[in-house]
């Protein structure tokens, strides 16, 4: 974990960029599956994760980034994948939320890991500057997953729900 | 599973394009951890799946295609990914040629499910010539992973390491 800043910044931006896409996604898929709210929700988070991209790369500058390998940022893809499940599974907006939730959470402790162990005092501060952000956006997906999905009594007793 | 052909075409290039990049990158990295053997070998597959997808493309002509999500075609990340730890794992060329194996797994499995099911003779018949391929792929890593990987006794008897 010992990053040099142009290795914290070509990570950071690849993430913002693979995070930006996948929001972009999410959003045409509620919006298909007639869900404006979420939709919504989507396409800001999608632009949030755009304006933070080019918060940094206004940052990098001239700097060289190195090319990073695509499990170095790119978002998991969804649980129990397989032909049209996987469609039907992710069209449901508690289980995109729960998706986004659950990769931003990796950003998150990406972040922080960098945050507490880098050597660089320019990547320790930025890196805890970003996991603020990726907290931020953790907690409003929580939120919604909250929203969204109200437990009824027979759901909460039903043992494949708690995740 | 009632794709249309260009529906099926689509998967069919996005899939190979995905392949491509990725084994692009596990030759890097097993170049970069001086396995010339293995490196040389998913170069092979790297120039495979360009082809491939080449060839579809070429069928496709001027067809107009569906864009994907990016859940219907991209591989999945390396299980157990976090920090360093994931790049000490897939620098191994035993758990890199697994990963490779895995996501090939799902394109023929992929690939036969549409040739099963289809109602189109074309996707049918295309999708069973695809699935064929991707066997094959299977196959050839599956005799990588058991040359690589010869067992000791030791190893054998701990239960980690039975997959």
Redesign the interface.
């Known amino acids: ?1 010992s990053y040099t800043l142009p290795e914290f910044l070509a990570h950071a931006i690849a993430m913002e960029d693979e995070a930006a ?2 929001y972009l ?1 999410l959003a045409d ?1 509620m919006e298909a599956h007639r869900n404006d709210e979420v939709s919504a929700l989507f396409r800001d988070m999608h632009r949030f994760s755009l304006m933070h991209r080019d918060a940094i790369r206004a940052r990098v500058g001239s700097i060289e980034l190195p090319r990073l ?4 940022f ?5 649980p129990e ?4 499940d ?2 039907d599974y ?1 069209l449901d907006a508690y289980h995109a939320l729960g998706y986004a939730r659950d990769n931003e959470t ?1 950003a998150l ?2 972040y922080r ?1 960098v945050a507490e162990e880098s050597s660089d005092a320019d990547v320790k501060r930025l890196a805890g500057e970003f996991a603020t952000e990726e907290d931020e956006h953790v907690a409003a997906l929580e939120r919604w997953i909250e929203r969204i999905h109200r437990p009824s009594e027979t759901w909460a007793q039903d043992p494949a729900h708690r995740a």
């Open positions: 974990m896409e996948r996604e898929m390998k695509s499990w170095e790119r978002w998991r893809t969804p994948m397989g032909d049209e996987a469609f992710m990796r402790q990406y890991s």
